[in-house]
T-cell receptor
């Protein structure tokens, strides 16, 4: 049973570019959440997708957008990259019931130069 | 917005000593979860607490959820070098919102 997978593992971009990160949830999970973890900080919630719709959003600008596909996989897109977007981007999957546990993927380390 | 604070930020202990990290929320939580993140790794789920005053144990780890459901603690008895990492608490608000709000974490270093 595969856990949460993310691609790519590492990425280097320059300011102003756009990036797409991908996530496949754990088998049987239907909800995907994205988090940004800056160095030395706790993960910060970006948004959550369920039934191919954004259900909740954290305090992130519109440059951050996402998508969920019918197979529950998800993408995170970031436009007009800033140096401050350098971080570990984590995808977490869960089953959409109250008090569910979230399982994190290994993350994508993004460096913006 | 909801804030979750965690103390201490860092603790260095000798192997065999005990360790405790504390988590406090500005709002009542529906539940609280604890995660461990090894250096260079990703958060790994440890446990979830749901009930007011709940106490759960996992071998040398003891987790508590406060009576008011606004604070929590993780206590490790007789630390081992394998306990090294950053411990995060993460809560969901008592309004059905499912997004996790993470604390800033406590980094534990264990000296052999």
């Amino acid at each position: 049973d595969a856990g949460v997978t993310q691609s790519p593992t590492h990425l280097i971009k320059t300011r102003g570019q756009q990036v797409t990160l991908r996530c496949s949830p754990k088998s049987g999970h239907d909800t995907v959440s994205w988090y940004q973890q800056a160095l030395g900080q706790g993960p910060q919630f970006i948004f959550q997708y369920y039934e191919e719709e954004e259900r909740q959003r954290g305090n992130f600008p519109d440059r951050f957008s996402g998508h969920q596909f019918p197979n529950y996989s998800s993408e995170l897109n970031v436009n007009a990259l800033l140096l401050g977007d350098s971080a570990l981007y984590l995808c977490a999957s869960s089953v959409r019931v109250v008090r569910e546990t979230q399982y994190f993927g290994p993350g994508t380390r993004l460096l913006v130069l | 917005g909801q804030q979750v604070m965690q103390i201490p930020q860092y603790q260095h202990v000798q192997e065999g000593e005990d360790f405790t990290t504390y988590c406090n929320s500005s709002t009542t939580l529906s539940n609280i979860q604890w995660y461990k993140q090894r250096p260079g790794g990703h958060p790994v789920f440890l446990i979830q607490l749901v009930k007011s005053g709940e106490v759960k144990k996992q071998k040398r780890l003891t987790f508590q959820f406060g009576e008011a459901k606004k604070n929590s603690s993780l206590h490790i008895t007789a630390t081992q070098t394998t306990d090294v990492g950053t411990y995060f608490c993460a809560g969901t608000m008592d309004t059905g919102r499912r997004a996790l709000t993470f604390g800033s974490g406590t980094r534990l270093q264990v000296q052999p």
